[in-house]
């Protein structure tokens, strides 16, 4: 860093081999862009960025799967649809989206207006769902009660909470569904009369959920609370850091945090077992950076959260993909799958697998319109062939069209054309 003409300049020497070693000077300004960068800089794991791949259309399908459902007989009519798109993020024509998925959608024609339900397979596939939700009930309640048991009052809003019910498996109706059924555990309160202050409160302390997932596994093993590390052996200095960290008694994210000193290690160790815990409870084993921010004050996370996560790569993989700033659980994941796997997971996935059934039958379907109108566009260059002049200026005929034009070469062409199978 230095003075020119009264400015301060910022240079960064880099090495490539291709050039000598030089300088590339940035702008004071450009600083505090080279500072945000660097705090979300992590080298890049494929299997893991691949784990991360956001499917936007399966999550816009659900969504619309969502919708259909809560409308009269399950219908829902096009132009209704249409209104919608504008909240999904989308452009263009519902119905030229709703025809990509003839596996999930049914559309029919109906006092001149088009309407849309959702097919068998999709029906099956809902009905699915709701069975595991109703079996899940245990889990569900469990994960609820973890989750408010490491609050510091141990109560949420509904508001935020709503925000975890994604991670948490937690079905949209879950306070008529679940709350009613445990008030022996939970209670809806509002304590500042206000109607956006709903708050679901803990009841009761149950100490056998009061274990986390590191202490539950080293309770099997007989040892000593201990974080796993999954990092490769080639990383010697993160590998040191992380000895270093572990090396501190560990420290459950159930126990209150008031009593520890700001920036202290064992505040750090508890926040991390916090963020491990929170992430082992998810269906997926991670969650959005932005949105674990936005629980601060309730989790007593630190200001500068993604900072922590960054200095722990071998517990945690923080990746900016698609520009969405992301934590997951390293030992959650076995290459880019995860190691075990929710019931509700294996469920969604079944509608990931039929979304993409539709789509490549609608593919193959526009395909074969493409072929047939190539075909006829190509019989109608032939029939004008025949009536246009013959140009014999040079000496030569143009009769060797060849291709489809000749007529053996059109029977095969016709046949591959009628016989082609689905992908």
């Known amino acids: 860093m230095k003075m020119q003409s009264g400015k301060m300049v910022i240079n960064i020497y880099v090495q ?6 030089s300088a590339i000077c940035f702008p004071p300004w450009h600083l505090h862009l080279l500072r945000r960068f660097s705090l979300w800089s992590m080298k890049k794991d494929p299997d893991l960025e691949a784990s991360l791949t956001r499917n936007r259309r399966w999550i816009v399908n659900n969504q619309i799967k969502n919708i259909i ?16 798109f504008k909240n999904l993020d989308l452009q263009g024509k519902a119905l030229n989206w709703i025809k990509k998925y003839p596996c999930c959608f049914e559309i029919h024609l109906e006092n001149d207006e088009y309407h849309c339900r959702l097919t068998k397979k999709m029906l099956c596939l809902v009905e699915e769902e709701e ?32 925000e975890l019910k994604r991670y948490l498996g937690l079905p949209d109706d879950y306070l008529i569904r679940i709350i009613p059924k445990h008030l022996d555990m939970f209670r809806v309160v509002n304590y500042s009369g206000r109607k956006s202050s709903m708050e679901i409160e803990l009841t009761a302390w149950k100490p056998d959920l009061a274990v986390s997932t590191i202490e539950r596994i080293a309770q099997k093993q007989g040892c000593k609370p201990s974080f796993p590390c999954s990092l490769p052996p080639s990383w010697v200095k993160s590998w040191e850091r992380f000895r270093e960290f572990d090396s501190y008694p560990y420290i459950s994210p159930y126990v209150d945090p008031r009593g520890l000193e700001e920036g202290s290690r064992e505040l750090e160790k508890r926040t991390i077992g916090l963020v491990h815990e929170f992430l082992s409870l998810t269906l997926w084993k991670k969650a959005s950076i932005i949105k674990l921010g936005h629980f601060r004050r309730e989790f007593c996370l630190p200001e500068k959260l993604n900072v922590l996560l960054l200095k722990h790569p071998g517990i945690f993989y923080v990746s900016n993909k698609y520009q969405i700033y992301t934590v997951l659980l390293r030992e959650g994941y076995r290459g880019s799958e995860l190691l075990v796997k929710d019931p509700l997971v294996v469920v969604k996935e079944k509608f990931g697998e039929l979304m993409q059934e539709g789509l490549h039958e609608y593919n193959r379907r526009h395909h074969m319109l493409n072929l047939e109108k190539q075909r006829k566009k190509g019989m109608i260059a032939m029939k004008q062939g025949k009536k246009d002049p013959v140009n014999d200026e040079d000496g030569t005929e143009d009769d060797d069209l060849g291709g489809i034009f000749d007529p053996e070469e059109r029977k095969r062409f016709y046949k591959v054309l009628f016989e082609d199978k689905a992908p």
């Open 69 to 84: 459902l809560q409308c009269p007989d399950q219908v829902a009519s096009v132009s209704f649809l249409q209104k919608k």
């Open 131 to 162: 069975s595991v939700k109703d079996m899940q009930e245990t889990v569900f309640v469990e994960r609820l009660a973890k989750v408010l048991m490491m609050v510091s009052n141990h109560r949420l809003s509904v508001s935020k909470l709503n």
């Open 16 to 21: 490539n081999p291709k050039f000598s070693a």
